[in-house]
């Protein structure tokens, strides 16, 4: 077994992830940096694994929180570390010079003002721009007010940033081209009030930077697509549209796989799990796999999904459990106690891809990946040597 000790684990892809990122690299606009967004542990595929086989590649890490800074710091990381979410005062202690927040209010400011003349420590700042999204972020028109807040408070003003409402789940930019146009008007307050547009300009997500080369500016933020997905099957169709071809490979870096904890004998009628939802129609051989929905795989997945065994897709039967899974793999011979099933990736021709299973539960990729346990093991493994440098 090449798994951790362990019922069952994740493998992530090193291969995979430089090459998503360094797809990024070469594609983004001259002068213009990345950053690999490792907020809700990486995607879920583990930060400590991620972070620094992202640090390879990526110019910046993005956050959400300053304790994830802290963390990345913790791991002897030394790169800039934007922390994009809102961070309480009392977090502030401990970050470093290098880095950087992304700040959504004149509250933030003053606070950010007072560890400066407490510690000596001024913390770059990054105005966040609301043009539209109504998340986080001041309006254009209270951006001079927050501009003159950040110098009374002898803070430096480093970056300017926004981000798209409307990008991922639809194939009308309509609305990103009027917050991008909103975002240039920001940026022309931001010269006024500054004397100059800030060193780091950004408004792109995954979507955007796979999109819009008009967006990129100074640096851009890529999530679910360093992790080798598509933001959506809308994103994809875009750039197929755009570009009359389909031209961009990325490559899912994880793999979840659990070892087949029991072979279960089921008669004809006899029926599976709690609340009896699935019916025997023929003798049944049942795979019983450690892994549930505590862990991360959804129960709303009960009679939907397939799990890999031996390379062949087989259905998921019953409820799934708080820790407990229970496979149909009556038309897959041989299966024994201890072998590897693979919940999330490929085995043999097999492929189970985390799109399918988000369909089939109604959510998207990003929700499932961000789910996923953070108590399971993970481990970073190189790709198959078939694999490597595939895709382009
Ligand atoms: C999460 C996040 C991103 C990354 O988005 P993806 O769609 O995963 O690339 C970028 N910017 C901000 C502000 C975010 O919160």
């Not at 795979?287 to 890999?308: C, F, T």
Request: one cysteine or more; a neutral charge.
């Amino acid at each position: 077994m090449d798994g951790p000790r362990a019922s069952h684990w994740i493998e992530v892809d090193a291969g995979a992830l430089r090459h998503n990122l360094s797809l990024f690299r070469r594609t983004v606009g001259p002068g213009a940096q990345v950053a690999a967004v490792v907020k809700a542990n990486a995607y879920g595929h583990g930060l400590e694994q991620v972070a620094p086989v992202a640090a390879e590649v990526a110019d910046w890490l993005a956050v959400h929180a300053a304790g994830e800074a802290r963390a990345l710091r913790g791991m002897g990381l030394r790169l800039p570390v934007m922390v994009m979410g809102f961070v309480p005062p009392w977090e502030l202690d401990g970050l470093d010079r290098d880095t950087h927040l992304l700040v959504s209010s004149a509250e933030a400011l003053g606070w950010l003002g007072e560890h400066r003349r407490r510690t000596g420590v001024s913390l770059p700042v990054h105005l966040k721009v609301d043009t539209g999204t109504h998340r986080q972020g001041v309006s254009v028109g209270e951006l001079p007010a927050i501009c003159r807040v950040a110098a009374r408070e002898g803070l430096e003003v480093v970056g300017v940033a926004t981000h798209f409402a409307n990008i991922e789940d639809t194939l009308d930019h309509g609305f990103a081209g009027t917050q991008r146009d909103l975002f240039e008007r920001a940026l022309a307050v931001a010269r006024h009030e500054l004397g100059e547009v800030p060193r780091w300009v950004h408004a792109s997500c995954s979507a955007a930077a796979l999109l819009f080369r008009e967006c990129d500016y100074t640096l851009v933020r890529v999530g679910i697509s360093a992790y080798g997905h598509w933001p959506s099957r809308e994103t994809q169709l875009s750039w197929v549209l755009r570009h009359g071809r389909d031209g961009v490979r990325l490559r899912p870096a994880l793999t979840w796989k659990a070892l087949v904890g029991q072979v279960q004998h089921v008669a004809q009628g006899e029926t599976v799990g709690y609340g009896r939802t699935w019916t025997a129609l023929r003798p049944t051989r049942l795979a019983v796999l450690p892994v549930g929905y505590a862990d991360g795989y959804p129960r709303s997945l009960g009679n939907r999904s397939r799990v890999l065994v031996r390379g062949v897709p087989a259905p998921v039967v019953g409820r799934v459990c708080m820790n407990i899974v229970m496979v149909d793999v009556s038309d897959v011979p041989g299966v024994g106690v201890g072998e590897e099933a693979v919940l999330i990736g490929r085995q043999g021709e097999g492929a189970v891809t985390v799109e399918e299973l988000a369909g089939l539960c109604g959510t998207i990729n990003y929700e499932l990946l961000a789910r996923l346990s953070s108590t399971t093991p993970r481990l970073v493994v190189a790709s198959a040597p078939a694999e490597q440098g595939a895709g382009g």
